[in-house]
Structures are given as C-alpha cells and as structure tokens.
C-alpha cells in the first residue's frame, strides 16, 4: 500500500513562505505524477501543483510565480516551495501520486499538513 507522508505545515505570516514535503513510499516513484492539493474549510479540494516524472509542472492560476514544486526522484521526495503566502492560501495541503493501471488513474493520498496564513 503506497504510503505519503507531509510535513512542514504551520503558521506563516502573510508574505511569507514555507516548504511542504512529501515523503513517499511502497511506491514506483518514477511511474508516478506527483501532486499537491489542497482545502479549505467548506471548500472542495483543489489542484494546488502537480509535476511528471520527468519534471513538467503545472500549477493552479492562483499559486503561479508563488509556489514552486520539485521532486527527488532518487530519494522519493516531492517538495512544495510556497513564498509570498496569502491568508487565501490557508488549507489543508494533500500530496498525491498517480498513476495508472488498466482500468485507469489510481490516486494514493497522504493525510494532510495544515498551513495557516495570518493577515
């Protein structure tokens, strides 16, 4: 059973950044699109950023030129750079894996880090 794990939530003023990572494991890395999402309360889980195994990214409008995601295919690490953080980014972060089997997509989830924005 893959298994991810997040840290490096926390309580960031506005303006400021944090690193979200994401250790993965009982995985194929390298078959997998890596992925952050995340929700707020009431809200419905959004795409944050996701990255290929060959290191294409593709990020929600809201986070471009902010957040950067990166992987370490080598040691099953994907990461999270959030800089100039808005009280809009508060959520509950989710790092995902997917790949796919005959039947299609399979998404693995970790169990969330929180990360609180004070205006």
Request: charge should be positive; charged fraction near 15%.
């Amino acid at each position: 059973q893959v298994q991810l794990v997040e840290s490096g939530g926390g309580l960031v003023q506005a303006g400021g950044s944090l690193r979200l990572s994401c250790a993965a494991s009982r995985i194929i890395f390298s078959r997998n699109i890596m992925g952050w999402y995340r929700q707020a309360p009431g809200e419905q889980r959004e795409l944050v950023a996701t990255i290929t195994p060959g290191g294409t990214t593709n990020y929600a409008d809201s986070v471009k030129g902010r957040f950067t995601i990166s992987r370490d295919n080598a040691n099953n690490m994907v990461y999270l750079q959030m800089n100039s953080l808005k009280p809009e980014d508060a959520a509950v972060y989710y790092c995902n894996a997917r790949t796919w089997s005959a039947t299609g997509a399979l998404d693995a989830w970790g169990q969330g880090t929180l990360v609180t924005v004070s205006s």
